[in-house]
């Protein structure tokens, strides 16, 4: 917790630190950070970069995950991966059963080095059919879907306006669409985003 | 009161056939309700609107021969066989093609429920109890108009509540006014993180490094006016954090800084504050 708190008081003092410039170590055109981007990949084939599935197993910081194409993916979670669980969270917070997406760099191995792991986005529109305390009730395509509000998280984006926290303009009835995580086995999630007109 | 309810069963389902006709006859969404239906998968794309619309013609005459004297018991029969015709029909419609709307008493799309089954199901009740009347509905309910309002009253209530196409015409309008006296989604406060990082992503220090960074947003915290938001980037080879400063309150982009932190040494190799000169693409450096 304190090395937490000592690294984020440098990082706070880098940011607000004044203009330093870059140090003689290069320049920042676009053209020099691109060029590392070397990879290709050709049409039709699947990205290498990207894994998708459940996680069916967690040993130390690999993850094996079940494609839905039951394709088998080793993911490792490296110091600089970010995982998102609804917010930006922490490896602890995975577990096994928890579906996600996956993007970073694959090793020579077929590891993929995850830069970023998404666990249980869902992204889906729907109608409120009724709202209750905290929860919005979603027909989806004839399906219900329990949405639950998140205090202090769930966000409201009205109109393609700055997100908001407050969902109070949600309307029974209206088109919404919501990026969320996904309670799995369940028809349950938590918003982060719901988009709406109002 | 059996005779009474028996005899009002043909002005029940006289009149649900006739208003489910009105839909595949009348209605300009007609064909649009009949290609979202299970008769497309049952009888294939160029039959099911013309299916549909024969459907309603045998709706129609159904409905007014059960409306109109004299009563004939084959016509209690008739309508009984479609109740079951139209519980079969739902019923296969659920199995084999789920997302299939009912196009049944309203060209809304509403998918086979179970309430759309119980309804059936009170059709076909309905049909056997009309085949018990022993007279017209007219002289029953002119005998009786008080009992027998009530129980048309019943009946019509529950078929409406059976018809998840018709909420929009009264479970959506009571939700809404339950949400406007409860505010059930009142509460919320707080700047959420998806406006920092909108604000984050329409600044120019965003723009600048963008390229360099690796990862989704790995750790945010606030700090007096401040959100700092932080992702893993590469910098020459090296791993590093670049970790943004964003107002928190005001929306001003142009105020978004950034630094770029070695994690190895916790040096700090570049950072950006404010607007750059906005002449041409590379960003002026100055050493340190």
Redesign the interface.
Known sequence: MHQTLDRRQLLATAALGGVVGATGLGSLAPEAAFAAEAATIEPGAPDPNFAEGRISKISGSMLLVTGSDTVLHSIRITDGTSIWKLHPTSFDKMAVGDGLYARGVRLPDGTLAADSVWVNIVNLHGHIAAVGRNVLHLDHKGQRIVAHVVPDRSAAVYNGTPAVSDLSLLRVGRHVQVLGAWHPNTNEIDIATVYAAA | MIDLIAALQTLVLGAVLIWSARVKLFSRRAAAAANRSALVRLLGQDRALPAYRLLGGVELTLGGLLLLPPVLRIEAVAATVLAVGFLGYLTYARRAA??SSCGCLSARA??V?GRSLARAGLLVTAGALAGLATGGWLPALAGRPVAGAAVLLAELAAVVALSPELD?AWL?PL??LR?RL??????????????TV??LQLSDAYR??A??L????????D?GE?R?V???A???GR?V?A???VPLID?EPDAV???V?D?AT?H???????TPPAAG???S????
């Open positions: 789920p997302a509403a998918p429920s929009s959506l939700r809404r949400a409860t505010h059930p989604l009142r509460g919320g406060s707080g700047v959420p993180l998806l406006a909108q604000q600048q490094v390229p360099l690796r990862s989704d947003v790995r750790e945010h915290w700090d401040w700092f932080g992702h893993a590469r910098y020459q791993l954090t970790v943004f400063a929306r800084r950034v630094a932190v994690d916790g700090t190799l570049l950072s950006l504050a404010g693409p590379r960003l450096v100055v050493p340190a």
